[in-house]
């Protein structure tokens, strides 16, 4: 049986197609008539607290999310297997986002928008992609699809991850040995980690001020479509205000939804988007658990598990 524990999104439809799909699996939700002792799966997106209560007959934990921070840090989250999202349409959505904030900041957005505004014609040629160096950090499954992306577009790429990637067209680099090295040749640093406690606070005053200079008018540029909890905004807001980024464009926050008293709504090269990067689509979602679930009642392995002490 598969239970279904959704918050903030349709959970009757992600049912419906998952009763489908499944058919005769039982698939069922809260509130439904069933003994939990009879649940295999349960398929979650923002678990209450008493979401695994009773469900003695778990063999895994479907994340609705890519990224397993906040199920990591559920109370009562039971030792059984997490298997995440991970999905070509997922990926392409979140590449969509990085494509078009990397372009925006490139080609001086935030000059020519102020310029339009000021009724003034300044002519003003940004470098060639080829001269603009995106740093990406997080080289996993959303990292290596961004990069692919963006390698047709000319851009000079490198990235970061913890372990070394040797990827066609992109200087990796690894580890916090190298992170220097990597900020001090990035123009636009994108984030795509997952966040642990080792990249809580990343984007920070620090990281700032070693992300090369004098290639973007105005200063480098961040775009941060991962967790809220990798940024500390207050140094983004001073960045931002005394030139040490020339924009940032931000999907995710601190605090979701973005506190109305939040000082980012109004700083002009601050660009907010609330939390939609990339969704998990209803259709590819249901394709791709329920051929695990499948594969899993045949006896073959779970695939995209997390490593629990990597907290990935
Ligand atoms: P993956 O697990 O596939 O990739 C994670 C990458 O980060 C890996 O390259 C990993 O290195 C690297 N990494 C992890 N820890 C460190 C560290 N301490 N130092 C350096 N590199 C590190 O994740 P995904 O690409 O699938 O997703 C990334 C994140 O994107 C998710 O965790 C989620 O938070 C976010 N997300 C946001 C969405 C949105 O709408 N805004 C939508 C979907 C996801 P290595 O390769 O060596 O293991
Ligand atoms: C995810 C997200 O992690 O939507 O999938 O943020």
Redesign the pocket.
Known sequence: MLLLHLSDVDEAGWAKRFSEALAPYPVVRRGDDFDPAEVRYIFVWKPKPDAFEGLTGLEAILSLG??V?ALLKHPNLPERPIVRF?DED?SQR?SDYVVAHVTMHHRGYTKFRADQHARRWDQYYPPAASETSVGIM??????QDAAARLKPLGFALRS????P?IIEGVEGFAGTEQFDEFLAGTDILVN?????P??TGILNTDTFGKLRRGKLLGGPAIVN???GGHQREADIVKALQDGTLGAASL??FEVEPLPQDSPLWDVPNCYITP????ISNEASGVRYFSSIIGDHREGKPLINVVDRSRG?
């Open positions: 890519a990224g921070d991970v997922l979140m997080g080289m996993g499954v959303l990292g970061w991850s913890r372990t990637k795509l980690l997952p966040l642990t080792e990249t479509a991962a967790r999907d995710v939390h939609v990067a990339a990935y």
